[in-house]
């Protein structure tokens, strides 16, 4: 959603959307994207946090905190717009602070995905999430960093896009601990033919 988010501040789709629109649009792919965002992360840093080690569990945590601080910002804003229909300076900022955290949380946490997870899903999206943010930061300043289509194009659009590999990854490593979980039917025949051996002997 992250990754599709800047199609709304298009001038033609600021034409046809409304106002109600507008705020359902923002709340739908910025929002509830956010928490998509939180949810996925937690998710990965479960599964691999063993893996990728203190480096990457230190970017885990700053980036989290990145992303609430995203939410929030946001949260403000859309409140501000609905009842004054002007935007906020103090949520402009919180969300550029924000992504100053998190570009640093996602160099740490990518290059450590990338350094000990090996899958190639997992290994493009830690590259491509440690360079994500920086490099849309370089594109949001080079463009004036106003609060358009070319900010949120930088901010959100690579940064959704590792995420993209990286919920691929990880809905196929948890398909494949599910496959070798003990409840799983190819763990119950083993269990069955080692029963039927032992009563055998």
Same mark, same amino acid.
């Given at each position: 959603m992250w990754a599709l988010f800047p199609l709304g501040e298009l001038p033609a789709a600021q034409h046809v959307l409304t106002p109600r629109g507008s705020l359902a649009y923002y709340?739908?792919?910025y929002l509830c994207a956010t928490l998509l965002l939180l949810t996925s992360l937690q998710g990965f840093h479960t599964l691999h946090r063993r893996g990728y080690?203190?480096?990457?569990t230190v970017g885990f945590y700053m980036s989290f905190v990145a992303l609430v601080l995203v939410f929030a910002g946001g949260t403000f804003e859309m409140t501000r717009t609905a009842t004054t229909s002007t935007g906020s300076i103090v949520a402009y900022?919180? @969300?550029?602070?924000?992504?100053?955290?998190?570009?640093?949380?996602?160099v740490l946490l990518g290059l450590s995905i990338a350094g000990k997870l090996h899958d190639p899903p997992s290994y493009l999206g830690g590259l491509l999430l440690s360079i994500a943010v920086p490099l849309g930061f370089l594109f949001v300043f080079a463009n004036g960093a106003a609060w358009r289509f070319?900010?949120? @194009?930088?901010?959100t659009v690579p940064y959704g896009a590792a995420w993209l590999l990286l919920g691929y990854a990880l809905l196929t490593a948890k398909s494949t601990v599910a496959q070798h979980s003990p409840t799983s039917g190819q763990y119950s025949t083993q269990r069955t033919f080692r029963w039927r051996r032992m009563l055998r002997g």
């Open positions: 709340s739908l792919g080690g203190w480096l990457g900022w919180t @969300v550029i602070m924000s992504f100053f955290i998190l570009a640093w949380g996602s070319d900010f949120w @194009v930088g901010l």
